[in-house]
């Protein structure tokens, strides 16, 4: 039974849409200081975008291929083969290189689709669980349509239900990103 000692997940979760906003939020979210653990990272070029503003960054891909290249194009950047679903493997990386990852990106092929949303969720939630980041970044139009209708219930005072409009109210007071809380 949910209680107040429960285990509450801290990582907040950002929902983006395409390729684009994916890679905008680089910009935004990531700090000089940041691990980042990237899933699906194909030929590494979102990889490469990170590892220029933060510590250090992982790209990881299931298709070894997909590894082989990325090494050939950005040979200044770690790449593994990686199944984003084994999310023990991802730990041990983490413990092999002695850092906790801060972010986590994921882009996965076959996830944009509403019927994935489930596993989109447990994706998210299994890592926020098992590595503790403080973000992960989901490139999902599907999770970020449901963010977009989700509304973290904060018993807003009248004023604040007047004064916004419903699309503000939904994604939570004080929220200017798509946000599941
Ligand atoms: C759209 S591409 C990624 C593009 C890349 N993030 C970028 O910004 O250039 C999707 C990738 O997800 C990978 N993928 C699919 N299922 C995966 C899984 N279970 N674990 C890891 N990678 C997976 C595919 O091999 C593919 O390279």
Known sequence: MAN??????RTRFVATRGVQEYR????????????VLELGCAWGTTTALLAERCRLV???????????????????????????????AALHLSDRLGLAFTKVYFDLSGLSS?????????????????????????????LKHFASH???????????????PMERQLIGVGGDVDVLR
């Open 24 to 35: 905008a939020t680089i910009q935004s979210l990531v700090t000089p200081q940041d691990v």
């Open 150 to 164: 989700c509304w973290a219930w904060d018993v807003p005072s009248p004023s604040v239900v007047a004064e916004r």
């Open 58 to 88: 992982v790209g990881t891909d299931v298709g070894p291929e997909c590894i082989t290249r990325a090494r050939q194009s950005y040979p200044h950047v770690r790449f593994e083969v990686l199944d984003a679903f084994d999310v023990r």
């Open 114 to 142: 509403y019927r994935a949303l489930l596993d989109v969720i447990a994706l998210l939630t299994m890592y926020a669980t098992v590595l503790r980041p403080d973000t992960v970044v989901a490139k999902s139009g599907s």
């Open 4 to 9: 107040e000692n429960q285990f509450k997940l």
